[in-house]
């Protein structure tokens, strides 16, 4: 199969896997477009190699920025959509620190998403990773982070163009999320949320998890304090937040 055929498939299917694996069973005949978006796909050498071990790499990665940025050490922190400010505060104050050794990655999400990627910035270079089509920034209120990150970073998503952000790209997504770092930390979530979705695929990759601990009434952070009962690592200040 050629590369450009590929990309068809994709774009006719709005990166849905199922669809482009049966698109790809039957030989299915496709017009390729006279444009072809800026994208890797898993024909080509670059193709990120740490998404080759998933069960079911992307097809293609659609991207805006320095697609390099995956080659080096990365850190991943998530949490939750409706974070407290004091989690806002702690996640911004973390991330700058860790921006100055690693690449920060996360999904652009309201909360402790965007303040990672924020705060990263300031320091360093970070990474997100989109449940919507590359050229759908959501929410719609972070549209001037991700002009930023297409400058200074790497915005990237398996789902082309303005593909809307369907609720079930989001746990799909967070496979990508928990694929592309060499661990993953939670400064705070519920028990049940995307966050934990995204740890569960870490875990299953065998990457290292760390959790800011929280009051054993906290609701807020009760997800949390749940993966450091299961063994998750606590994360500490000890001055440089070298935690890999």
Known sequence: MKRET??????????????????IHNEEAIEIPAYLPQCV????DDYPQLYRSLRHPPFVIYYYGNLSLLNR?????????????D???QTADIARLLAKKYVILSGMAKGIDTAAH??????????????????????????DLYEQLKQNGLVLSEY??????LKHHFPYRNRLIAAANRGILVTQAVCKSGSMLSVKEALELGREVYCL?????SKEGAGC????????????????LDII
């Open 6 to 23: 590929l990309i068809a498939y994709s774009i006719k299917y709005q990166g849905e896997p199922y669809r482009i694996a049966q698109a």
């Open 41 to 44: 796909c898993l024909l080509d």
């Open 73 to 85: 050490d990365t850190l991943g922190i998530v949490g939750s959509r409706s974070a407290t400010p």
């Open 87 to 89: 989690a806002i505060l």
């Open 118 to 143: 924020i705060a990263a910035l300031e320091t360093g270079t970070t990474v997100a990773i989109l449940g919507s089509g590359i050229d759908f920034p959501y929410p719609a209120q972070n549209r």
């Open 160 to 165: 082309p163009g303005t593909s809307k952000p």
């Open 213 to 217: 601990p929280y009051p054993y009434n």
């Open 225 to 240: 304090n749940l993966l450091i009962q299961q063994g998750a690592t606590i994360l500490t200040n000890t001055g440089d």
